[in-house]
């Protein structure tokens, strides 16, 4: 057993035991908008633009981490670029996202490790103002420093347009729901899918909230898939940004 899943597992197992203690997240302040009024002005990215979120815990609402993200280097909009991420509670550097077009993330670093993708995904969508089903994109990941390449799958809808209130200010985005099916490192798992919702606005180029949790089987020893357990479920918010 991994010591990820070891985590997940004790942490999963005290969720009953803390009854009402917890105070699960309540749901983000947002409200539904006209499509047809859409912004289709996407700010493209520049070196030194910079963003501060707040990350919590939806389950308890604990405050994770603070995490900045700057743009360190930056082409046209269809040009790499690449987002330096620092935890400003620690100090740490984490893993830096690499988008190969913007909004064509080539490497995702919000999970419980970096996927290098072999083709990029769409993380959002140039053209948001077609809600709606975008085809499912299929590749491979490998992980840092790894030689052997995981399979993985996404499929993409743009929801609709929301007007959405942050400790930053409130913004009108374009919500984009994210379904991801991956092969993961940890052999015991049996499935791994996770939801990414983000709630992007063209015109900061970025978005202002976003949430992603996750859900596995491990086999089972007789007929069916066996038991489900529970991955983070996390919330980002933005508190400011240049």
């Known amino acids: 057993m991994t010591v990820s899943r070891r985590h997940l597992l004790i942490a999963t197992a005290a969720l ?3 009854g009402c203690a917890l105070q699960p997240l309540p749901p983000l302040d947002r409200r539904p908008l006209d499509t047809a009024a859409g912004d289709t002005v996407l700010r493209a990215p520049a070196v030194g633009q910079r963003w501060r979120y707040r990350r919590l815990n939806a389950f308890n609402s604990a405050v994770t981490d603070e995490i900045v993200e700057t743009v ?5 909009m269809h040009e790499r670029a690449v987002i330096d991420r620092r935890s400003a509670l620690s100090g ?3 893993p830096a996202e690499i988008h190969a077009g913007w909004g064509r993330v080539q490497r995702e670093a919000v999970w419980d490790y970096p996927l290098n993708l072999e083709q990029p995904l769409a993380l959002w969508v140039a053209d948001p103002q077609r809600p709606g089903r975008r085809p499912t994109e299929h590749t491979r990941y490998r992980m840092d420093g790894g030689s052997f ?15 959405v209130s942050v400790p930053a200010g409130t913004f009108d985005t374009w919500r984009v729901d994210r379904l991801i099916r991956l092969q993961h490192d940890d052999h015991s798992r049996a499935t791994t899918t996770r939801d990414d919702t983000l709630w992007w606005a063209p015109a900061l180029g970025r978005w202002v909230a976003r949430e992603t949790r996750g859900r596995y089987r491990v086999p089972s020893d007789g007929p069916g898939w066996g038991s489900e357990l529970l991955e983070d479920h996390a919330r980002w918010v933005l508190l400011d940004a240049t």
């Not at 360190?72 to 046209?76: D, E, K, P, V």
């Open 92 to 94: 740490l550097a984490l």
């Open 72 to 76: 360190s280097a930056a082409g046209a």
């Open 149 to 163: 390449a995981f399979w993985i799958q996404s499929s993409l809808v743009v929801a609709g347009r929301e007007r």
């Open 16 to 18: 009953p035991a803390a």
